[in-house]
C-alpha cells in the first residue's frame, strides 16, 4: 500500500504550539452514504496517512467509525496519540448537563477516552431531523443568544477541566457573534470550522479567526459537489469550474477539485474534504505534498471570491426570520 509519509504533510499549528495536519477526511456523508461505507474509508484513509478525522454525533456514523478505529488500533497500524479526532455536540444537547452526556455518547460510540478537541456544530440550540427538506421549520427554533451559547461553552469549557476533551472549538460563526462572546470565555476556542472554498473565502472571518490565533477549519473545500438536494440554489457557483480554478489545474495536469485543496492548504485553513472512493481521499491527501500552487495562481484564485455560501442553514430559522441571511447576521438582526 502506498503511505503518504508524515514529514511530507504540511501542518498548521494550535494556540498552544501544537502542530496538526494541514489537511483532514471530514466524515458527514450521511445523506449519500451508509455509516459503514464511511467508516470504511476512514480504515483506508488512516491507512495511508491521514492523521485528522473530522467527526460529529450528527452524521449518524461514530459508532461504525469506532469500531474501525478499533481494528486499527489493535491491529498495531496507528497508535491513538497519533490521531487528531473532532467530534461535535448537536443543536438538540445545548442544554444544562446534555453537552456532558453528547460528548460522552461521543467517546463511546467512537471507542476513545478523549477527544482532542470538540465543537459547539451551530451556535444555537434549533433542531432539525437528519434529512429534513430544505423548508422544513422547528417551530421551537429562535435567535442566537448570547447567553445560551455561553451556557453551552461554558459546559465544553469543564469537559477540558474533566479531560474528556483536549481543546474546544466553535463552528458557522460569524465575526459579531465572535466579538459577544471571545472576552466572555475561560477558555478560547482552538479552531473555527467554517464553510471555506475558492467561491466562499469569507476573508474578513478567516483574518479575524487567524487575528485571534484561531485556527480556520474549512468545510465544503471543493464546494461540495454532492451536498444534499435541500442545500442547492440557482445561484450557487461551482468551484471546479472557477477559471483560475480551471486554468491551474490545466497548468499542473490534475482535476480542478485537487487545486481547491492545493488553495485551501496553502493559504492556511484545514481543508477536511470527504470522499469514500479510495482513488480520491489518496488523491486529496497527496496533492498538498507536492506541485504547489505559483503565487501568481494563488492571487489569481483570490480575486475568484463570489461570496457564493452554499451551506445556508435555512432549516435553522425561526418564526419571523426574513431569510437564511439573519442566521448570518447579515443587514444586522
Known amino acids: 500500500m502506498l503511505k503518504i509519509e508524515q514529514n511530507k504533510i504540511p501542518t498548521r499549528e494550535l494556540y498552544s504550539g501544537e502542530k496538526i495536519p494541514a489537511i483532514g477526511l471530514g466524515t458527514f456523508g450521511s445523506d449519500k452514504y451508509d455509516a459503514e461505507t464511511v467508516s470504511e474509508a476512514v480504515y483506508g484513509a488512516i491507512q495511508y496517512g491521514y492523521r485528522l478525522i473530522d467527526c460529529a454525533a450528527v452524521y449518524q456514523n461514530e459508532k461504525q467509525i469506532g469500531t474501525v478505529l478499533g481494528r486499527l488500533f489493535t491491529e498495531n497500524v496507528i497508535r491513538r496519540q497519533d490521531l487528531f479526532i473532532t467530534s461535535k455536540v448537536w443543536n438538540d444537547m445545548h442544554g444544562e448537563g446534555q453537552v456532558l452526556t453528547s460528548c460522552q455518547k461521543s467517546l463511546q460510540d467512537l471507542g476513545l477516552e478523549y477527544l482532542d478537541l470538540y465543537f459547539v456544530h451551530w451556535p444555537f440550540p434549533n433542531y432539525h431531523a437528519p434529512?429534513?427538506?430544505?423548508?422544513?421549520?422547528?417551530?421551537?427554533?429562535?435567535?442566537?443568544?448570547?447567553?445560551?451559547?455561553?451556557?453551552?461553552?461554558?459546559?465544553c469549557e469543564e469537559l477540558v477541566d474533566r479531560k474528556l476533551v483536549r481543546y474546544i472549538g466553535m463552528s458557522n460563526m460569524t465575526i459579531p457573534k465572535l466579538k459577544a462572546v471571545l472576552p466572555l470565555c475561560r477558555i478560547k476556542p482552538a479552531a473555527l470550522e467554517m464553510e471555506l472554498h475558492p467561491s466562499f473565502q469569507q476573508p474578513e472571518l478567516f483574518d479575524f479567526a487567524t487575528a485571534h490565533n484561531i485556527l480556520p477549519i474549512g468545510y465544503c473545500p471543493i464546494g461540495s459537489p454532492s451536498r444534499p438536494e435541500r442545500d442547492r440554489t440557482a445561484d450557487d457557483v461551482a468551484d471546479i469550474e472557477l477559471p483560475a480554478v480551471a486554468a491551474a489545474a490545466r497548468a499542473h495536469g490534475v482535476h480542478p477539485a485537487v487545486i481547491c485543496l492545493k488553495w485551501a492548504a496553502q493559504r492556511g485553513q484545514v481543508p477536511i474534504p470527504f470522499s469514500v472512493k479510495e482513488s480520491q481521499y489518496l488523491s486529496n491527501l497527496k496533492c498538498v505534498t507536492e506541485d504547489p500552487l505559483t503565487e501568481q495562481e494563488m492571487e489569481a484564485i483570490r480575486q475568484e471570491d463570489k461570496n457564493c455560501r452554499l451551506i445556508k442553514g435555512q432549516v435553522f430559522l425561526w418564526e419571523g426570520a426574513r431569510g437564511w441571511e439573519d442566521l448570518w447576521d447579515i443587514d444586522e438582526i
Open 131 to 155: 434529512g429534513c427538506s430544505g423548508d422544513s421549520r422547528n417551530p421551537d427554533s429562535k435567535p442566537f443568544s448570547v447567553d445560551e451559547f455561553m451556557q453551552t461553552w461554558r459546559q
